[in-house]
């Protein structure tokens, strides 16, 4: 906060996504994240982690946040939203948030603080800069006829909607 005990847009913002967190803990609907995106100063969408009450691993509050701003704005970017976060995304988060291109996004807490609450994402960090065969889980291509098919006919198609 700035002297006098003024709030900044932003710190009201990440406090808005810290009460979201807490009160998903309370309500026991999954861990504790809140995520917020604002287009103009207003909030165009929420989300909270829903891993456990949707058993969905990839319903965490960024992508939860995301998928809602981008429905209520009939929208597949966020080029003129924040996102807040409470905390530092995780890297399937930060492929969300890369992919919805917003033009910044703020975090309250790190991926220090998570780890230290039982949420440790350095796992991943360090096997998505693995080769494909030294990962953890086994990741191979598999080439067939027509593997490429699909991009070729992509490239040919007129008037498509790029992203």
Known sequence: MRDGGEMTAHEKWIQETIELAIKNVHAGTGGPFGAIVVKDGQIVGRGRNQVTSLNDPTAHAEV??????CRNLNTYQLTDCIIYSSCEPCPMCIGAIYWSRPKAVYFA?????????????QFIYEQIA?????????MQQLTTDGH??????????PNKLEY
Do not use: C, M, N, Y
Request: charged letters at 35%; aromatic letters at 8%; hydrophobic letters at 40%.
């Open 130 to 138: 693995l080769p494909l065969e030294e990962r953890s889980i086994k």
């Open 109 to 121: 807490a790190t991926k220090h603080d998570a780890a230290d609450a039982g949420f440790d994402d």
């Open 148 to 157: 490429t098919k699909p991009f070729e006919v992509w490239k040919q198609i």
């Open 64 to 69: 939860q946040a995301i998928r809602d701003a």
